[in-house]
């Protein structure tokens, strides 16, 4: 079976302008290819409710990837609890997780006694500068979801990610875990920043 796109969406600029947009690029893709999750990165929940939205009258299931703990500040969640609720009463899954494309990395690279690049960071690197920040973020979304078994390997499912806040790249990834990352498959970008 082959599958083709209409068409792939090209946001002006990336930014949080777009969210609307690629909620429902997102939703239409998912119902075109019968998948049923979409995976938003969102570190307040205003993204989410904002896919939440376009998701109404489906029966499409919404996994929402936060930063971890002390991302922004030490021991401080970014995510308001008041958000989260909302969200879980609405049958949204919420998955906080350490940053796979940095974490661990991340502090050695900036470690004035060790210090240089990193083969994880120059992945990260890799996919945001070939795609967009949005790649980057929607890939390792998919990668803390599976690894915490919300997602299956066998499964396709709408990824978004976002530049800093907001969303504006959409893509179907067939997910894997972490520690078998060259199994994850980038399957379409459907819709991205064309200046970035």
Do not use: W
């Not at 940095?102 to 120059?122: D, F, N, V």
């Amino acid at each position: 079976m082959s599958y083709s796109t209409e068409k792939t969406y090209y946001f002006s600029a990336p930014g949080p302008e777009n969210t609307g947009d690629a909620a429902k690029i997102a939703v239409e893709r998912a119902l075109a290819l019968g998948i049923d999750k979409i995976v938003v990165a969102s570190n307040t929940g205003e993204t989410a409710f904002e896919f939440l939205k376009a998701m109404k009258d489906t029966n499409l299931s919404l996994v929402v990837v936060t930063h971890v703990v002390g991302f922004r500040e030490p021991g401080v969640a970014e995510f308001p609890e008041e958000n989260a609720e909302k969200l879980r009463a609405e049958g949204v899954t919420i998955v906080t997780g350490t940053h796979v494309l940095s974490g661990l990395e991340r502090a050695i690279s900036r470690s004035p006694k060790i210090g240089g690049g990193s083969r994880t960071e120059a992945i990260a690197e890799a996919l945001r500068r070939i795609v967009a920040v949005g790649l980057k973020v929607a890939v390792e979304c998919v990668l803390i979801a599976t690894d915490q078994g919300v997602l299956g390997v066998d499964e396709e499912v709408i990824a978004v990610g976002g530049t800093a806040r907001g969303a504006d790249t959409v893509c179907v990834i067939k997910p894997s875990h972490t520690a078998s990352f060259f199994d994850l498959q980038v399957r379409e970008i459907v819709g991205m920043p064309r200046n970035r």
